[in-house]
């Protein structure tokens, strides 16, 4: 049988611009070409602005990740200056964190990847009695009787009756991939239309702690907030209170819809416990600190690199190290003083712009030379993956209690042995276990903040070198962290208190990024291989696979045109 050549431009549910061509052949995946389709420009922006001003630029990469951007600014910055910030600013800011991931998570499982595995239409056919009895089953969500899942498929045939599907419509509907019984469809259907609802609540402890969201404040030195509980310009007693509430009803919203949600589908697809494996290494900077950011080995996501799937064996991971993480460009619309071939250390990092592709609207990627506006990283010339997955892999072999209670009690639930982790399904599993970490882990963080504030320290802020005339002529700059997708990190070089060079390395640069100059694949394309497809015109299974790393192409938000003459320049923030 002929190779086909499948083209999914653009790939939806995602954030940002990703190009997908995909080579079938008996009905499998033989080769995948993953491309970013917009130029990403933050490394100009950035260039000879004043370094404490990076985080608000860089914070508006993403209107999804909304703070990890402006986090891992501030700790570049931090970094490079050798500021030390209060212990309560780090566990605001680590509460910020635990928010962004219980919203995020959420979302993606429900309304990015849910329709990957849950027929909406299916729905239509389900009985409310039994869905009722299958939620009662899994969990003690109170929303669960039959009258309720009754009002939801009213609302669904309205829909359909009305002759559009809304929110739920060009979809797959009806494709063999699709397992789920009518009920357990409706059951998911449903906590869609719920998750919409709660993922607004939770985000509110960034407008509390950072003024809104998306793209709270951020604050170099500490938290851009006060502590005072009798001060109604200040955080107090009444905003903490509510911080506990919203962190009380999101812990139970995972535990109780977004789980068994999560074991109740992915009991359906075993299978897919063997398909999109794709890299054997991963990575993860970890985050989360309890002792600083300084000290990694107290970290919750703990940091380093697993090889060839040993998880005997943690490589540690250096972002300083000028052998380890570094950035090539033989297949991406970029040039280098230094040719193609070579890779650059992100603080010799450069962001020369050379477009040498088609010109839109084209059949196919000239994919053997550059094929996307993604750089393509590697850490010590290998290609890894990064994300959930990678956090988990990291925290387990590590032999982290906590960690490694939810993963093994969910293999448990399964009956699915370790191996399944390394999958489509396993990486889908990962986001939703880790949920329940943090969801945990923001209730210490909480604790420990009042228990600061209760013995006196309302301290949030650390002045000390904020003056620029204290600064070294020149300096250095890593700020680490793990963005819902995976590693994310910025690293600047600061000359004459100004930014001479900043770059930005992001989970989807590593995920979905072109093959290198030895011609090795980053991990969408390597996950794609193998990937059954059972009809091309319908590639629901390849969607699958790649949704199941939560894309996130949104660094990429200039437009130039093939000159390099600038067409559209935002500048609302």
């Known amino acids: 049988m002929a190779t086909q050549r499948i083209v999914v431009d653009p790939v939806t549910r995602i954030e940002g611009h990703l ?67 209060p212990p309560n600013a780090e566990l605001v800011r680590n509460l910020m964190f635990c ?73 797959y509907w009806g494709h063999p991939a699709f397992k789920l019984p009518p009920e357990v469809n409706l059951l998911g259907t449903t906590h869609y239309l719920e998750a919409l609802e709660w993922q607004k609540e939770i985000v509110k402890i960034h407008t509390i702690f950072g003024g809104k969201n998306p793209h709270p404040n951020y604050l170099v030195g500490g938290a851009p907030c006060s502590i005072n509980i009798d001060d109604a310009n200040a955080i107090n007693i009444e905003r903490l209170a509510l911080v506990k509430t919203l962190l009380d009803e999101g812990r139970t919203f995972i535990e109780q819809v977004y789980i068994p949600d999560l074991l109740a589908v992915a009991s359906f697809y075993k299978d897919w416990g063997s398909i999109g494996g ?182 949030m802020h650390n002045g000390e070198k904020w003056d620029p005339s204290t600064w070294p002529a020149e300096a250095k700059g890593v700020g680490m962290s793990e963005a819902p997708r995976g590693a994310l990190a910025h690293w600047i070089v600061i000359k004459n208190k100004k930014i001479d060079n900043y770059q930005l390395v992001v989970p989807s640069t590593w995920n979905a990024s072109p093959r290198d100059a030895a011609g090795q694949r980053s991990s969408y394309e390597e996950a794609l291989l193998g990937t059954p497809v059972a009809d091309p015109e319908q590639p629901l299974e390849i969607i699958r696979t790649i949704h199941s790393f939560d894309p996130c192409i949104a660094c990429a938000v200039h437009v130039y045109d093939e000159h390099g003459r600038t067409v559209n320049r935002i500048t609302t923030f």
């Open 19 to 85: 190009r997908l061509e995909v080579e079938v052949k008996n009905g499998k995946v033989v080769d995948a070409y993953s491309s970013g389709t917009m130029v990403r420009g933050f490394e100009i922006i950035l260039k000879g602005r004043d370094p404490r001003d990076a985080w608000a630029f860089a914070e508006r990469a993403c209107g999804v990740c909304t703070t990890v951007h402006a986090l891992a600014s501030v700790r570049t910055v931090e970094d490079a200056l050798q500021i030390v910030i």
């Open 99 to 171: 928010a962004q991931y219980m919203q995020d998570h959420v979302v993606h499982f429900y309304h990015l990847h849910a329709l990957d595995w849950v027929d909406v239409v299916s729905a239509l056919k389900a009985d409310p009695v039994k869905t009722a009895e299958i939620a009662k089953s899994i969990s003690n969500w109170p929303r669960s009787s039959p009258g309720y899942f009754a009002d939801v498929q009213k609302r669904l045939k309205s829909f359909v009756a009305s002759g559009q599907l809304g929110i739920f419509a060009n979809a």
């Open 278 to 459: 794709g890299l054997t290494n991963y990575m993860a900077y970890g985050d989360l600190p309890t002792n600083g950011y300084g000290d990694p080995a107290r970290y919750k996501f703990p940091r380093g690199v697993i090889l060839d799937r040993d998880l005997s064996q943690i490589h540690e991971v250096d972002g300083r190290a000028a052998d380890q993480v570094h950035e090539f460009i033989a297949h991406s619309w970029y040039e280098y003083g230094t040719g193609d071939q070579s890779g650059k250390h992100p603080w010799e990092g450069e962001t020369k712009l050379r477009y040498s592709g088609p010109k839109p609207p084209y059949e196919h990627l000239a994919v053997e030379g550059k094929y996307s506006w993604l750089k393509t990283p590697r850490w010590r010339g290998k290609p890894m993956e990064v994300g959930p997955l990678a956090r988990l892999l990291v925290g387990y072999a590590a032999g982290r209690p906590d960690i490694r209670e939810v993963v093994d009690g969910a293999l448990k639930k399964l009956n699915v042995p370790v191996a399944a982790l390394f999958s489509t399904l396993g990486r889908t599993a990962a986001r939703g276990l880790e949920t329940l970490l943090v969801a945990a882990w923001a209730q210490e963080f909480y604790a420990s903040l009042i228990s600061n504030i209760k013995n006196g320290d309302a301290r």
